[in-house]
């Protein structure tokens, strides 16, 4: 289940950045337009106004510096310690590590290759 989530959210993140660049995309797209009519104008008292604009992609900028850090995971997981495990290692010379036998399973419906 966690991994769908994390999935879900990592798809989230990438269409939120995706929009965001785009926006970003069409607001320089924007000051382009108005700089090349700029540009072309002949008339004595020409004028161009892109404040709008550069406040809008200076946000977005300064949105994406602090966005970036949004995916990067928040949780820790701190395990209880074994009480027991600690007292043993202190009053023993020496660590037994036991691990249990190999498990295997059957599986219904499966044959295998050389049968």
Request: without cysteine; charged residues 20%; proline residues 7%.
């Amino acid at each position: 289940m966690f991994e769908v989530q994390f999935m879900a959210g990592a798809t989230v993140f990438a269409l939120v950045s995706l929009t965001i660049f785009l926006v970003a995309i069409f607001i320089m797209y924007r000051i382009g337009v108005k700089l090349y009519k700029f540009a072309i104008d002949d008339k004595p008292e020409k004028t161009v106004s892109i404040k709008k604009e550069i406040y809008a992609l200076g946000f977005i900028i300064l949105m994406s510096i602090f966005f970036g850090s949004l995916p990067q995971p928040k949780i820790s997981i701190d395990t209880p310690p074994n009480r027991e495990l600690i007292e043993y290692q202190q009053n023993a010379d020496e660590i037994v590590i036991e691990t249990p036998l190999p498990r295997t399973e059957n599986l219904g419906g499966f044959t295998p290759m050389n049968e």
